[in-house]
Structures are given as C-alpha cells and as structure tokens.
C-alpha cells in the first residue's frame, strides 16, 4: 500500500487544520494507520493511531483532546483533525500502516508515506 499526507500549512495558534492520507494500491481497510510527525532536531514522535475498523482510535498524551483521528475505508483515506494547534505541534506530520497492535511504535510501520509540513506561529 502506498501513502501520501497532505493538507498541512501555515496556520496561527489556536486554529485547526484537517490532514488526510490517501492510500492506493491495496485497501487500507487491512491495517491499522497511525499518524506521526516529527520537528527538526527531534525524533519521530507518535500522534495517534486507528483501528482497522475505525472503531478504536489512540492518541499520545501530547494531542489527547485537541487532535481526532478518524478513516473513511470507502474512500481509503484516514483524517488527522488537529484543532487548538499549538507552536510545539510544528512538524512534518507522516502518516503510516501495521497490522501490529504496538501502534505507538514507529517501529512497529513498514508503510510510511512522504509527510506533509505543519507550522503553527505564535
């Protein structure tokens, strides 16, 4: 499966933007997507994960309340809502696939696709 995020930008503090990840190839519906972003200087850092169904969603401490995942296996696209943005949530944001339940590993990926830029002013 191949994954592309997109619909970062500039935003000020305190607005929303909405991320998607379009998949092609085979059907997301057969994984788990979980979003990550990372800051220059910084390591990946988990953002949040969903289930394959949609029913079951995780995020990090970091975004919890502010940041809603959500998919559309329909449409093979999975959301990053990301509301209250904060200038610390600056990042590429990277979307990615497993079919493991250790969704906060990056390590447990192995599809990732090209991350899209997220900067959020103060």
């Known amino acids: 499966v191949q994954l592309q995020a997109y619909g970062g930008g500039l935003v000020q503090a305190g607005e929303s933007l909405k991320l998607s990840c379009s998949t092609s190839?085979?059907?997301?519906?057969?994984?788990?997507v979980g979003w990550f972003r990372q800051a220059p200087g910084k390591e990946r850092e988990f953002v949040g994960a969903v289930s394959r169904s949609g029913v079951s969603t995780y995020s990090s401490d970091s975004v919890k309340g502010r940041f809603t995942i959500s998919r559309s296996n329909a449409k093979n696209t999975v959301y990053l809502q990301m509301n209250v943005l904060k200038p610390e949530d600056t990042a590429v944001y990277y979307c990615?696939?497993?079919?493991?339940?250790?969704?906060?590993?990056?390590?447990?990926?192995?599809?990732w696709g090209q991350g899209t830029q997220v900067t959020v002013s103060s």
């Open positions: 190839g085979r059907p997301v519906s057969g994984y788990h």
């Open positions: 990615a696939t497993t079919v493991r339940t250790d969704w906060n590993r990056a390590i447990a990926y192995d599809n």
